[in-house]
């Protein structure tokens, strides 16, 4: 092979060499896109947290993850916090959205992925109080709320004003019916939740077919970082319903 024939060798094969990477580099681009687009619409979804219903539980622009798969299989218990569609009037109108198309563009693109979650305000994010079938009261003696009969201390995570000491400043007594839930925020006397929208189409209770999943774990700001913890030692006494 003469110097000339390679000099032109050369340069054809760094010229494929770089579209082969390129090539590649795309390939591996889409697999983690497609990858990461199956994930966020059957498994897990980021959302923030929009409001301070959830305090301290969670905070005003907490990232959090929910799963989407698990609850299909074994079912929501008293204690999870679940993110779900507004069931009616729960939410106030919001309006139009003034942000020029191409940033419209990018967020909606982002949320194909999970890096962004633009649609944080059309849902909410509560606890589980009431299964269906259970009677959820509010409250005995000491202000505590019942299920089924039995008094759950929520001390572990519910806030209350100074100089309140009840579970919950409006009284109520429900039967969840078959397919919803009763739902509260912790920050008890701050949350428009279950309690507040009796007088909506659904009287108070969410649709299980409403909800999105349990959320599990906050991850961002880093020092949040964390699994969310359903408090089921709080509801471990409670009877199943019409036991």
Known sequence: MTSETTAT?????????????????VVIVVIALAASFLIKTFLVRSFYIPSGSMAHTLEVQDRILVDEITPRFS???RGDVVVFRDPGGWLPPRPADTRPPIVQG????????????????????????????????CCNALG??????????ETEYIVVPPGRTAASGDPFDVTVPE???????????SSKDS???????????VPLDNV?????????????????????DVFAAVPDAGS
């Open 144 to 153: 505590q709320i019942t299920v089924n009969g039995t008094p759950i201390d």
């Open 195 to 205: 309690r507040y929208n009796q007088d909506q189409p659904g009287d108070g209770f």
């Open 179 to 189: 397919g919803s839930l009763w739902v509260l925020g912790d920050n008890r006397y």
């Open 106 to 137: 990018v967020d909606w693109a982002l949320s194909l992925v999970g890096l962004s979650a633009p649609d944080s305000n059309d849902h909410l994010i509560k606890r589980i109080i009431g299964l269906p079938g259970d009677r959820v009261v």
């Open 9 to 25: 060798t050369e340069p054809r094969a760094r010229h494929r060499g770089g579209w082969n990477f390129l090539r590649d580099l």
């Open 75 to 77: 079912g929501y218990g």
């Open 212 to 232: 999105v999943g349990r959320a599990f774990v906050i991850t961002w700001p880093l020092g949040r970082f964390g699994l969310l913890d359903d408090h089921g």
